[in-house]
């Protein structure tokens, strides 16, 4: 199964803003993708109330996981936005 880690870079970790941008995009991919942090049961990406409950900070390792044609490209998407200061993105877009 296709997977990504990364590190969060938003100042506010995946909270708020952030985190709502996150499942938004995550609910736009073709494929179902889970998130989660070090050794934790994976939640569906596209649940904000999921996401929150990570209690993912700022620099926080987290790893996405997908399968299915677009799998890929769901990951890199996904990936690129955490490795982004989304509170930044959220404050001037």
């Known amino acids: 199964m ?6 969060v870079a938003s100042a506010s970790g995946l909270h708020a803003r952030p985190a709502a941008l996150f499942v938004k995009a995550a609910k ?3 494929v179902a ?5 070090g050794e934790k049961k994976p939640v569906p990406a596209g649940s904000m109330l999921h996401v929150l ?3 993912a900070g700022h620099g ?3 790893t996405l996981e997908a399968e299915g ?3 890929e490209e769901a990951l890199d998407v996904l ?3 955490l490795v982004t200061d989304l509170d930044a993105t ?3 877009g």
């Open 60 to 62: 926080a390792e987290v």
């Open 90 to 92: 959220a404050d001037h």
């Open 28 to 30: 736009a991919q073709p």
């Open 79 to 81: 990936a690129a936005m």
């Open 2 to 7: 296709p997977s990504r880690t990364v590190a």
């Open 53 to 55: 409950s990570l209690g």
């Open 33 to 37: 993708v889970t998130i989660r942090t």
């Open 69 to 71: 044609e677009g799998a």
